[in-house]
């Protein structure tokens, strides 16, 4: 029997929807930050001595954008410090290192999606965390290794964007949002799909992109979700949704105006699905939670 593949996080959106897609013969243990925090080494080469693994998916990250401006080092010591902690212990144990960053490693400058070989130039201190911890894994260059660029991930899991907008939305017939940052919805479920098919990928690529197909601003993915929302009896008041620019709305870090991902070299792996497609399977799951909690 096959080692079994260790993936790092569990309650997180990402390690969540890993779980749920798990494909039948594989075997994963999940670890949450109770059982491994990543940023203490010890403990991370204990858990390499205790399970012998040949892969490892790393699904954990500081991911909170705008607190990152004020605690930076919390940013880095999760997503550079502890990635190059583990590409080193990969690289020593030759063991498969699956990695996930992010579009906003990306300026938004540019006027087509990002492909895997443009130019990262993060803005803000996540972004700049993300890519140190690229760049980590690419110098140390772990057997086999690869990193993942995904963007806005949402899910019935965690705290998204779609689960914040539900909430917002129920308690308030108006809101504004951004109509001047453009990027690509990608639905956890469908990565973590991707995802496994990349651990039976006999040689990886240094970087591959997934996303949901096509590219929308956060006031446009704000508006689906209040459609569907309401059609799926999750809203059960219409609500009105302002368009704003990004200097009208007050946040710390600054994001990029257009990250949308170029994820075509990733298709020969498996075909992503049109973002307003798996935003219904997405809001469809969450109508039958919060259905089976009434009942
Ligand atoms: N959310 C998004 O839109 C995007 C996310 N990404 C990247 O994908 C990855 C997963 O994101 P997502 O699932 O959304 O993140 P979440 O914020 O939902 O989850 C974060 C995960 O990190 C784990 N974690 C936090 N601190 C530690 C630690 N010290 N040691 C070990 N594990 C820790 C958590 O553990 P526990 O399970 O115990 O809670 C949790 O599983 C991150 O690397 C993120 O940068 C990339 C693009 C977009
Ligand atoms: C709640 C709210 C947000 N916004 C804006 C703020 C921001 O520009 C945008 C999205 O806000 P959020 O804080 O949900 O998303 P944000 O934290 O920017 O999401 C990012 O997370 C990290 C981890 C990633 O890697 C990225 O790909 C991306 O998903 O929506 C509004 O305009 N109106 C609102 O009512």
Known sequence: MCNPILVIGQQGQVAQALKATLPSGVTARFFGRQQLDITHVDQLENILTQHKVNTIINASGYTAVDLAESEPEKAFDLNATAVEHL?????????????????????????????????????????????????????????????????????PFGNNFVKTMLRVMRQQTTLSVIKDQVGSPTSAIELAHFIWRLTQVDLLAPCYHWSDLGAVSWYEFAQQIAESGQRNGLLNHPVTIKPILSREYSSQAIRPAFSA?????????????????????????????????CG
Not at 111 to 132: E, I, T
Not at 266 to 279: H, M, R, T, V, Y
């Open 87 to 155: 590409a080193t212990l990969c690289a020593k144990q030759n063991i498969r290192l699956i990695h996930l960053s992010s579009d906003y490693v990306f300026d938004g400058t540019q006027q087509a999606s990002y492909g895997v070989d443009d130019h990262p130039n993060p803005l803000n201190v996540y972004g700049k965390s993300k890519l140190a911890g690229e760049h980590a894994l690419t110098q140390l260059q772990p057997q086999n290794s690869t990193l993942i660029r995904s963007a806005w991930i949402y899910s």
């Open 261 to 293: 991902l170029n994820s075509q070299a990733s298709w020969s792996i498996a075909q992503p699905k049109p973002w307003q497609e798996n935003l219904e399977t997405v809001m469809q799951a969450l109508k039958h939670a919060k259905s089976s909690d």
